[in-house]
């Protein structure tokens, strides 16, 4: 059926763009899953990958711990956890957009997660304590765990010695069921982490995109995707089929493409894994409290301590994935709380016992999506199973029985395949990538609708009902990434209502309201217009339903068409008039264009009298004049007046979208909290200094006992002895809490003395070397004056005798510092060091060089009458003459060391040519298909 699976890696072709080196962005996908963060990459040059974390694994813990200003990621949160729940908040995405109302936020309390969401009117949003005292929002939480994201992709790439571009453009998934108010806390959240949103995705249909980004089917397949993740349960219909497409803009010829169709989605927004893991917890709590109460003799619940519950919550995953396997478990659990431990067997048969209810809400959905589909189960031709959930037997188990015992399938990496399949979807719209061509259309589940009402109502008259309207524009199931309008005669200024349809559909606890809108400018324009003699505006709104799931006016605009009747010159158009009426034709085109897309406040009027001046211009131009004489006749014409309405948009409900003042707020706690990061960091690394100084001093002195006993006195190691020494007590002590400051000068006591020692050492070889090497220089020189007699005529005695006199200068510098050097002890600062040594003969070396390039005086040169009769070029033969000339200097001091400078030059001239080409030669590779 399948008639080209074409190799993973010549599928994945993610190429590098006409722009892409300018441009060189990196788009991440990231997978915001309640349980875990999982990160794709997609980068020039190379294959969709998935970025793996500090610890090297490929999924992160969606939980941020924070402790004494410090927070923790990831797996290093999770050590912590069990110690310190309170300051743990997790599963923060499950409260985005939603308040502390909320079924699936109050399954967060249910399930005793010690951290649960409260409500804030002011805000209109939910927020976190964390810790007893420090408020955060889900928003502020989700934008740590993206830059969490990043600060892992960016290590990923050192490791991998990738050159990342600017990570800011990312696609992050949702479930199916979010709404409106959810994906814009979710985009909010990621502005916030300096995100730039291209879309959001189902994660059903990244996954399924993941699937099948790499297939063409001959005969259409209808797959039903069934995901059981940690909080929810998803289930799409999704078409896969292929269509043929032009290869390019101009090509005749033909390619099959692939094509994904998702017609169907249904799904249990709170079944997913944790459900079943909670009717673990229950039954381990009940039975603790049993024994506990027993022994103590009291009536206590163990699930008012958060410790004991999130160690029971660790434990009881663990149990259910050993049951997925196995038929029976010991559980023992040391001391879980109040020095009582817990210890029991749990079969198999029990887990479901207490899993009963889930399982067959487990198995709804399933037929739910495939209705919302408009099929029937025959029509599925296969099943893919994904998320984490259905590592439990028996809901496999009922899954196939309720498919028709169909074979549930498992080819997608169900970790992975969401965040791979966003970052694809990212790469498809950038502009930076190109892709290999995948048909996607996504659906709505929710109906959408428009109401609108008049912004001043006003008393109706006497049998006038009060102007309203409504309309569903988006259709439940209908694409996504589309435009609708509505038009209609109207003279008042408006309210607009964007709201879900049908509440029923919704997730419980959802709120219907999208957004409202103010509409003005209708009355004003209305009035101007009567009072010119014409009708009533016509206004049209334009809503667009975005592939992220987003719906909004996006363009308010009143018309007016206005019959006007003009006496025309008729003409008697001859046959070549043909050509002028073609042009005539493209001006109006043109013309309609700029003002369709011009969106300022002005009246605009369309009318089609300027082309005339056109066919007169041409009739200038051509200097003839191709028509018989005319006459007049009156003629009515129409043209449109526009005016485009201003909007103010606003938002009502429970949960809203952050204002820019919240927004500001929020980043100013992020940026805070990143600065006291930066400030822990680096403080961080003074201590490490020091702490390495004070061990490299120690060892020092015994590893280089022999060379830094001729440098220094006895006294000047015991002093160094003693710097580390205390050194080491004080960053036990007082070292321990030191800020920056304070550390950077214990680092500089350390180290100065330290360091003069250091240097005498390598000086005692290195000002040696340096002496002799210049003394070797002035050799050179010196040899290379006794041959400039015959081979360099053109340099002058006066030039001769400045060389002689540098040369001199030089040595009289170092016989001085050599004797100053003398008189010194050795473990004194020396009177001069290696480094000055070549410092005192660069102008020397600049005159040598300068001098090297004379040129020779030029001989007068006969051939130049015969070329010139010749009718050869002149120029031409001058620079071969000065080439020539070139290169005998360059021969005549090729075996000279003064040229060495220029030939350093050269080298470097050299070099960097070759890492041009190397550049290039990158560049080509990456441009190649992958
Ligand atoms: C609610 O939010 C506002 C605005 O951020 C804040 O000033 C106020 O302290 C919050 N109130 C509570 C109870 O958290
Ligand atoms: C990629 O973009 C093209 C053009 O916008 C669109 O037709 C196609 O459906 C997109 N495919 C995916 C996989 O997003
Ligand atoms: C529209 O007009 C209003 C007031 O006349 C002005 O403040 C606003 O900037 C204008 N908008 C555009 C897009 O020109
Ligand atoms: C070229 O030759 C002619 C005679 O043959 C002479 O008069 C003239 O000066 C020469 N020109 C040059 C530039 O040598
Ligand atoms: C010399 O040759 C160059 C390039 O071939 C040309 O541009 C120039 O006009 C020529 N000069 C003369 C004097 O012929």
Known sequence: MRISLFAASAMLCIVGGLFAQVNAKAILGVDLGSLYMKVALVQRGAPLEIVTNLHSKRKTEQMVLFDQGTRFYGADANGLLARKPTKTPVAMTVVLGRDDEHPTVKVLTERHYPLTPKYNATRFGSYFVVDGKDEYTPEELTAMLLNHAEEITVAYGKEKGHILGEIRDCVLTVPSFATQAERRALMDAAKLGNFNVLSLIDENTASALNFGMDK????PQIILFYNLGASSLQVSVIKFHSYEMKEGKLSKKTKTVGSIEVLGKAWDSTLGGLAFDNRLVEYLADHFNAEWNKARGHDKDVRTI?????????????VKHVLSANAEIPVHMDSLHDDMSLSLHITRAKFEELCEDLMDRAVAPVHAAIKSAGLELKDIT???????????PKVRAGLSAALDDKELGMHINSDESMALGASFFGANISTAFRVRHVGLTDINPFPIAVSLAELEAKEPKEGEEVWSKEATIFATNGKTGVKKSIAFTHDQDLHCALDYADADTLPEGSSSELQRYKVTGVAAFAKEMEEKGLGKPKVTLQFELTHSGITELVKAEAAVVETYTVEEEVEVEDEEEGDDKKEEAEAEAKEEETTDEDKSNETKTEEEEP???????????FGIRSKKPAFWTPKEKKRTIK??????????????PLTEELMAESKAKLDYLNQKDKERI??????????????????????????????????QREELRKLSADGEDWLYDD?????????????????????KVWFRVAEMSDRPAAVKEMTKKLEKVEELMMKWKDSMPQITDEEKADVTDKVTAVRTWLSEKEAEQEKLASHEDPAFTSAEVPVQTKSLERLISKLMKKPKPKPVKEEKNETATEGSNETKAENAEEKDGEDKDAEASSTQEEVKEEEEKKDEEEKKEEETTKEDGYAAETGDEL
Do not use: H
Request: proline residues 2%.
């Open 682 to 715: 680096e403080l961080e690394e003074a201590k490490n200094r020091v702490e390495s100084y004070i061990y490299k001093i120690k060892n020092k002195l015994i590893d280089d006992e022999e060379n830094i006993a001729k440098v220094s006195t006895e006294e």
């Open 643 to 656: 005016k485009t309405l201003d909007v103010e948009s606003y938002y009502v409900g429970k949960i809203r």
């Open 216 to 219: 063409v089917y001959e005969e």
């Open 382 to 392: 296969a099943i893919e199973m994904i998320g984490g959930g259905m590592r439990v």
């Open 306 to 318: 958060p410790r004991a519950m999130t160690k029971l919550r660790i434990q009881a995953n663990k």
């Open 735 to 755: 070292g321990y809490n030191a800020d920056l400051k304070t550390m950077e000068a214990k680092f500089a006591e350390l180290s100065e003395p330290a360091e």
């Open 611 to 621: 082309k005339k001046k056109k066919t007169k211009l041409v009739e200038k131009i």
